[in-house]
Nanobody
Framework: QARVVESGGGLVQPGGSLRLSCAASLSLLNVNSMGWYRQALGKQRELVADIYRGGSTNYASSVKGRFTISGDNAKAVVYLQMNSLKPEDTAVYYC??????????WGQGTQVTVSS
């Protein structure tokens, strides 16, 4: 079992920036990918961005050019830099870790609210 903890959410005005962090209690050697998902009120959870061993990344089309996912080379930590935030980015953001044996571990989520 792994513990996944997110941090960095909050309230920000449209056009502003936030940086989310996620740390997993796993050796980086046991991690295949880490990613950020979000779930807005009344909607399904969706992929925002993920990053794989070797550094390849994927982004949802709605965040491309505004969000950047990055990882730590030494530990199971991932960041999501969110710029030019829009009200439609408001959601609970979850971090998911997929292990090398294909188990998924989720964090509890962190609320991001974009509002004036």
């Amino acid at each position: 079992q792994a513990r996944v903890v997110e941090s960095g959410g909050g309230l920000v005005q449209p056009g502003g920036s936030l940086r989310l962090s996620c740390a997993a209690s796993l050796s980086l050697l046991n991690v295949n990918s880490m990613g950020w998902y979000r779930q807005a009120l009344g909607k399904q959870r969706e992929l925002v961005a993920d990053i794989y061993r070797g550094g390849s990344t994927n982004y949802a089309s709605s965040v491309k050019g505004r969000f950047t996912i990055s990882g730590d080379n030494a530990k199971a930590v991932v960041y999501l830099q969110m710029n030019s935030l829009k009200p439609e980015d408001t959601a609970v953001y979850y971090c998911k870790v997929r292990t090398t044996w294909s188990s998924d571990f989720w964090g509890q989520g962190t609320q991001v609210t974009v509002s004036s």
